[in-house]
């Protein structure tokens, strides 16, 4: 039962920060039918960011937080400018290859910046390390204010997308890019603001992250499929289905982990793409109507 | 009020609208009728700015307008209302005319526009929270209008309002046009449907393979043979 209720928290933990990524995988392809195969990526460099402030040069935590969510958006928004707009026009697989172009890119930066293949670097936990024992659960501290961060990030996302006139131009911008247009939305700039909102939620999740284990340059593809796979599982267009996707791979992981063998953990994502695509290819909550991709 | 003059319009290779000269006066209603493929859509959406002329001018208010981007034109005073409604189906009627006004920062004139819309829709503002793809096909007009309305237009393009509409509603589009013309608005009235635009336009231009090929008034359009066989082909 310990067990049970333990591998539970530490899967909603990590599916939390999974979520957070399949957000941002969702909110680019709700507006520009793309998957953005950068987005690993986007969130590993954003993380590395956040380790530079905090570890090198000694920003608090909450600050170098904020810094590699803007670093993240402008990382995202130039994403858009170079790989997407020039692009708009020409085919799906042309859109993809230039976002796997930009993902190779920053990997390979990340690697001259950070240290080549195998340097892992430690980012310090931001609460106590030693765990906790609440009613005869033990529970790491630092599980509890990621998940805390996550739900934090969730609603802000969620009150941006919902209330705010930039949010809702995003929905319309989903919904329907010609009427967009003939209101007078300036729909580019809602795609770069998309592709900039998606990459902050990966910089927000990369650094709330970070205490949890280490970075690493090639980090970005593995933390991509597993929010690719939330996705997939949510609808890969439905903001609540991201959300509930990411939570329930982190849990099969964890459950696959603590009841089967630790060599599940990687491969459970996999699986659940699998099976959603055979079984129920639209998600959880994905629309029914198909799209470009 | 807008005048276009000799506009040329190409995809590709293909010339959509070869050299188009018609006038909408200022406070009037004019049709622009033509059967499918002839390029009224392509006019309109040139005058929204969301398709490049090759040639020719958009004079509206006395300045150039050709080649300005969408949002542009929205701003100087030219706004769609698309065919097929095209509303933003999972945001609320609210969400839907709100975001009509998407060039405007002019917070409180808004507010009163949108209880203007409520007014003129009655209907709508009983369904404000509703999704508007949950609503009917006339009421989905009806966002689709009063979405045009609140970017404060002068000149409204409509694409075919009676398209897919009931029958018995056709009556009310009639009205509706007649009201938004009572209020000042100059029209552009593109139709399939010939009744509909002899109702209320002052004056009408047939459109076919890109050339304007009749100019007159809108009202003998119905008797005009000639006008029935080659538009109608009967």
């Known amino acids: 039962m310990e067990l049970l209720v333990y591998l539970l928290l530490s899967g909603l933990t990590t599916g939390s920060l999974y979520a957070l990524i399949a957000l941002g995988i969702v909110v680019v392809n709700k507006a520009t039918a793309v998957i953005n195969f950068a987005h690993g990526e986007l969130f590993m460099f954003s993380g590395f960011v956040a380790w530079m402030l905090h570890v090198q040069m000694g920003v608090p935590y909450l600050p170098s937080l904020l810094a590699a969510v803007a670093f993240g958006f402008l990382l995202g928004a130039a994403t858009d400018l170079i790989a997407f707009r020039p692009l708009k026009n020409a085919n799906i697989i042309s859109l993809v290859l230039a976002t796997i172009g930009i993902a190779f890119m920053l990997r390979g930066t990340a690697r001259v910046i950070w240290g080549g293949k195998g340097d892992y670097l430690p980012f310090p936990p931001i609460t106590s390390p030693e765990p906790i024992m609440i009613g005869g659960i033990m529970v790491i501290p630092q599980q509890l204010a990621v998940l805390a961060g996550s739900i934090v990030i969730m609603v802000a996302f969620a009150a941006f997308f919902r209330l705010t006139r930039a949010g809702k131009m995003m929905q319309a911008t989903a919904d329907n890019a010609k009427a967009a247009t003939l209101a007078g939305i300036r729909i580019d700039r809602i795609y770069m603001l998309s592709f900039g909102t998606g990459a902050a939620i990966a910089g927000a999740a990369a650094a709330l992250m970070a205490p949890l284990t280490l970075l690493y340059p090639d980090m970005g593809f593995s933390f991509f499929i597993k929010g690719f796979a939330a996705a997939v599982l949510g609808g890969l267009t439905s903001l609540p289905g991201a959300v509930l996707g990411g939570i329930s791979i982190g849990i099969i992981e964890s459950l696959a982990g603590g009841y089967l063998h630790s060599s599940f953990i990687e491969v459970s994502a996999f699986i659940v793409i699998m099976f959603v695509l055979v079984v129920r290819p639209t998600g959880l909550l994905g629309s029914t109507r198909f799209r470009r991709v | ?234």
Request: neutral net charge; contains cysteine; glycine residues 12%.
């Open chain 2, 1 to 234: 009020m807008l005048a276009i003059q000799h506009l040329k319009v190409s995809y590709g290779i293909t010339q959509v609208l070869r050299d188009v000269t018609f006038e909408v006066p200022a406070g009037k209603i004019v049709a622009l009728l033509g059967g499918n493929g002839s390029g009224k859509t392509t006019m309109l959406n040139t005058l929204s700015g969301v398709v490049r002329c090759s040639g020719g001018s958009i004079l509206f208010e006395g300045k150039e307008c050709a080649g300005l981007s969408a949002d542009n034109m929205v701003r100087r005073g030219i706004v769609q209302v698309p065919q097929g409604r095209e509303v933003w189906p999972s945001m609320s009627v609210q969400d839907n005319l709100e975001l009509g006004a998407a060039t405007r920062r002019d917070w409180g004139a808004m507010r009163a526009d949108l209880d203007e819309v409520y007014a003129m829709f009655p209907k709508l503002a009983a369904v404000r929270k509703r999704r508007a793809g949950s609503l009917s096909g006339g009421e989905q007009q009806m966002v689709a209008i009063g979405r045009a309305l609140m970017a404060r237009p002068r000149c409204l393009l409509m694409d075919e309002p009676s398209a897919g509409l009931a029958p018995t509603i056709v009556g009310d589009m009639v009205d509706t046009i007649l009201a938004l013309n009572r209020r000042g608005l100059t029209i552009l009235l593109v139709e399939q449907n010939i009744g509909v635009a002899a109702a209320v336009a002052e004056s009408a231009h047939i459109l076919q393979g890109g050339e304007i090929t009749f100019s007159g008034p809108a009202a003998g359009l119905v008797d005009n043979d000639e006008v029935l066989r080659s538009y109608l082909g009967r």
